[in-house]
């Protein structure tokens, strides 16, 4: 029995199959950011903003994005943006951010990771101490007692 071809077949070859199989699968591998950051929030707006609100200068742009990141994660991220513009005020927001900054911690309570300890703000209010491990000076700095 023969079975003429169906007019208008596509065929796939398997060339065209195995291209194909290769732009899915790399496009699959990549990973969007989508949510990562708030719409129109970039680490170094929120680097502005964060310093700002702790009324320092040169905060770190990596702990910023991190930050960000961390924030927009438990869906603040939106809410940081609309400080920035000025469309709202969130006193507990802005006080979770500055914490951050001081801590190292991070502002999700199930993520046990610290997003910054020796460059945490905490060491610059506390100038009498330094983070345990670091060392504060050559040797026997220890011994000439402080200034003051």
Known sequence: MNHAPAANTP??????????????SAL?????PAGAFA??????????FSE???RQEGLDQDIASVMLKAFSGLGRGDDIAAMVAGDTDDDDLANAIVSAWYTGESPDPED????TYTDAL???AVDFSKPMASCGGGMG????PPEG
């Open 11 to 24: 065929s796939l070859t398997r060339r065209k199959f195995l291209s194909t199989m290769t732009a899915v």
């Open 28 to 32: 699959s591998a990549l990973q969007f």
């Open 39 to 48: 719409a129109g929030m970039e680490p170094p707006d929120f680097l502005a």
């Open 52 to 54: 700002k609100l702790t």
């Open 112 to 115: 046990l990771d610290v997003l």
């Open 122 to 124: 905490v060491w610059q």
């Open 141 to 144: 700095y220890w011994s000439d």
